[in-house]
């Protein structure tokens, strides 16, 4: 059966306490007796002591011999003046252990006499006898005179105010001692509490994120360990949130991918078809008509070699988009800002097809460590799109010039803007920001090539809108920079 840390803690003390209690009650009786036994022996000893003088002195003035007849003789006088001396109730026995005289008689009779026979083996003995409120010590030693046994004196001594004080003590040490553990108890338990019910939440808490409930916040407003633990424990359920939060993300992106992908793939075999299938209607009629009807055979031809133009350019283009890097093409001293003059000068022919103008501002010796074909390209790429999507008759403004050691190329061109998200995903090979925008027998492959172009040249590129106008902004190193490899 699970058994909580509180119950554990709460058993744990209390079985500590009582053991406790316990021991000290009984080590401190025991020390109050031993104390008492001391106290007793040391009475009992000066009791002998002046009891052993008073003997001597009596028969050095009495001029008694040293027998056994002369102590018969003086017991009475003895228990008399013992009594007296002493406080004490005296009898005195023979050395045999027959009683000679008594100060009271009943004081000895019925009563344990242990003590006495060890007196007549020739020992000193006492015990004490124990009777409710009342402790009485029984003590007898042989008397010796003159290295010679004469008698016994025994002595009933009252202990009582002794031991019922000692008693006292005790009964006060144990209300003491049992007051304070029953504090000591308490405060354990409050303590334990303390500690435990935070535990239980936080196990509560746990339980609950198992389930998959991560709205759980613990507030514990305390500055110890337990309290930097609910931080802890906060600051993991908003780290397990974000994890989810941008796996979610990474899941809806994947998805999105995937339907993009989709999407190109349709595209693409639609493109790839609409051309084969015209190339392949128009030469089955040309071989059955042959030369016979020379109009329609000039004009099949001509379509058939515009439909592979088409599809030539569009596999060339699928061919970028699936090449990864141009490692094996070699990097030379190259002028890109004359490479960009060139473009510039032979597109706006084309510009001004569709009614529009390039105006370029570039600067002398913009020279780079790069590939001239791809740059061409890169610029023909950029240029063509700036074209293809500017607004009518306008003008797109072309800036190449060095900043410190990188060249920054700018291509803008007024046009309707897209959504801003949009921006960042126009780069992607599978990715058409509007189907109605792309040109005919366009698969809006150009940007991933520049972009896969700007990357192996290990430059940057980003593209934005701003005051009406779509901005692409890119930066190459300089000559003298890192070499591409």
Not at 144 to 172: A, H, N, P
Not at 379 to 404: C, G, P, Q, R, T
Request: glycine letters at 4%.
């Amino acid at each position: 059966m699970f058994r909580t840390i509180k119950a554990k803690f709460i058993i744990g003390f209390f079985v500590i306490f009582v053991l406790s209690f316990l021991v000290l009650n009984q080590t401190v009786k025991e020390t109050i007796w031993s104390n008492n036994q001391k106290v007793v022996t040391s009475d009992l000893v000066d009791l002998k002591k002046n009891s052993i003088v008073y003997v001597r002195q009596a028969f050095l003035i009495n001029h008694y011999k040293s027998n056994e007849l002369y102590f018969s003789d003086m017991a009475t006088d003895m228990v008399n003046d013992l009594t007296h001396s002493t406080g004490s109730n005296v009898s005195v026995y023979s050395v045999d252990g027959e009683l000679l005289a008594s100060s009271d008689e009943a004081a000895f009779l019925k009563k344990s006499d242990e003590d006495l026979k060890e007196a007549i083996s020739g020992n000193t003995a006492y015990h004490i006898i124990y009777d409710r409120s009342k402790a009485e010590a029984l003590f007898s030693y042989p008397v010796v005179i003159d290295g010679t046994k004469v008698g016994i004196l025994r002595f009933s001594k009252d202990f009582s105010l002794l031991y019922k004080q000692s008693g006292e003590i005790v009964d006060f040490i144990f209300y003491i001692a049992l007051a304070i553990f029953a504090v000591a108890y308490l405060f354990s338990y409050i303590l334990s509490r303390n500690i435990t019910i935070p535990l239980t939440k936080l196990t509560e808490a746990s339980s609950d994120i198992k389930k998959g409930n991560l709205d759980v916040d613990i507030n514990f407003h305390r500055k110890d360990e337990i309290g930097q633990l609910a931080v802890n424990f906060n600051e993991m359920i908003s780290r397990i949130k974000d994890q989810i939060s941008t796996i979610e993300k990474d899941r809806d992106q994947l998805k999105e991918l995937n339907e993009q992908e989709k999407r190109f793939y349709d595209n693409i075999t639609h493109e790839l078809k609409t051309p084969l299938t015209s190339i392949l209607g128009y030469a089955e009629m040309i071989k059955e008509k042959g030369e016979s009807d020379q109009k329609f055979f000039n004009k099949g031809m001509n379509h058939i070699i515009e439909e592979s133009r088409r599809l030539h350019n569009l596999v060339l283009k699928l061919l970028e988009i699936s090449r990864s890097s141009s490692i094996n093409q070699k990097f030379d001293r190259v002028d890109a800002g004359g490479i960009l003059k060139d473009v510039c000068e032979s597109m706006s022919f084309r510009a001004e097809r569709y009614k529009k103008r390039i105006q370029a501002e570039i600067e002398e010796n913009l020279y780079v460590y790069g590939q001239a074909d791809r740059l061409r390209q890169l610029f023909i790429n950029l240029l063509d799109n700036a074209i293809k999507y500017s607004s009518a008759n306008s003008e797109i403004m072309v800036e190449a010039k060095a900043v410190e050691e990188k060249i920054h190329l700018i291509f803008k061109n007024p046009s309707p803007p897209f959504e801003d998200v949009q921006y960042s995903k126009l780069f992607q090979p599978h990715y058409s920001a509007s189907n109605q925008t792309t040109e005919k027998g366009s698969m809006g492959l150009g940007l991933s090539i520049v972009k896969a172009i700007v990357e192996e040249h290990k430059g940057a590129i980003k593209m934005f809108y701003e005051e009406n106008q779509t901005i692409v902004a890119m930066e190459i190193n300089r000559l003298g920079e890192e070499e591409p490899s």
